[in-house]
């Protein structure tokens, strides 16, 4: 029996998935941060915690798995794999590849072997591979460098609105009372002082109160998350303009927990307005399979054999990893 390892290793979880060559789920494995550009030590520890996870659940030894496959938050730039091959390396696979965690949404999200996926999960995303294999990404390396959002970043917008309508620069908003009760604060004066004494970050959780509020009509909630949708749609024509895939047909996939978890159409809509002005015929498709899942694909697919057909529906049905 043949055994195929994939990792997903984000910037806020790791997770991985062992699957026999009858699509057959045999150990799974999670844990925290796998981006080496938060922390290298913290990924480390915790992309190997995840996979000795899954290979204790298995009953299974490294020289068991046929191939493992790792799809990792920050593998970038030739300096990401300098310091990636020897973290994995170490882990004691025979037969192992590394790439960026966006091109396991991409194999998730599409049969085709080209296309283009967004990630706006912790941090964002964007790359794309075109028919002759050529691939382009754009963005990843925090705002500093150009990008805009991710959960990162738009729980730092929600908390600044709240201090900008409570100082009077900004409009009121329902984020101030949701705010304030997700962080347990009595008024925004003591929670801007405590913040402020203690330098505290707001934390991811409240970027889920922008989808809350945008809900309920909060102008000043769907104006940052339009924002989030118009950066994304940038993103999206960038990549699509590089590889020359104006005229092609294609799918758009997006990946993380921004856009597939979050309420409403706050940021979608403005996604694909500008993905359809760059190429019209290509397609926006909302990952609802566990991005894991690619890197077992893909994982079986570079040992040379691939998985039929009839198991990679079954690995589709995968949507939560909780679940499995």
């Keep these: 029996m043949k055994y195929y390892l994939g990792v997903d290793g984000g910037g806020s979880k790791t997770y991985t998935l062992i699957v026999d060559e009858q699509g057959k789920i045999v150990g799974k494995g999670s844990s925290g941060n796998g981006n080496h550009q938060v922390g290298y030590d913290e990924a480390r520890r915790n992309i190997r915690k995840s996979v000795e996870m899954a290979l204790e659940h298995a009953r299974l030894k490294r020289e068991n798995i046929e191939f493992a496959y790792f799809g990792l938050a920050g593998a970038d730039r030739e300096a990401d794999y300098k310091i990636l091959r020897p973290m994995i390396a170490e882990l004691g696979f025979p037969r192992h590849e590394i790439n960026c965690d966006t091109m396991i949404a991409l194999r998730a999200g599409t049969n085709r072997p080209y296309g283009v996926v967004l990630i706006c999960g912790t941090g964002t995303n964007s790359a794309g591979v075109n028919r002759e294999g050529r691939f382009y990404q754009c963005g990843g390396f925090s705002y ?21 309508a409570w100082d009077g620069r900004e409009r009121p908003t329902l984020l101030t009372q949701l705010v304030l009760d997700e962080l347990r604060y009595a008024s925004v004066q003591e929670m801007f ?4 004494d203690h330098n505290e970050v707001p934390p991811l959780k409240l970027t889920k109160l922008l989808f809350q509020a945008a809900n309920q009509g909060d102008a000043v909630s769907r104006e940052i998350l339009r924002n989030q949708g118009v950066e994304l749609g940038k993103s999206a024509k960038a990549v699509i303009k590089h590889l020359d895939m104006g005229s092609e047909c294609f799918d758009v996939v997006l990946a993380g927990s921004v856009v597939t978890r979050g309420e409403g159409d706050f940021v979608h809509a403005y996604i694909e307005h500008a993905v359809k002005e760059a190429a019209p015929r290509a397609t926006i498709v909302k990952l609802k399979v566990e991005p894991v899942v690619g890197a077992v694909w893909l994982a079986a697919e570079s040992s040379g054999i691939g998985l039929p057909e009839k198991i990679n529906r079954r690995l589709r049905s995968i949507s939560d990893f909780s679940l499995i």
Excluded: N
């Design 193 to 196: 002082d405590d913040y402020l």
């Design 144 to 164: 500093q460098f150009g990008d805009f959002g991710g959960g990162g970043s738009l729980c730092v917008e929600a908390f600044r609105a709240v201090i900008r």
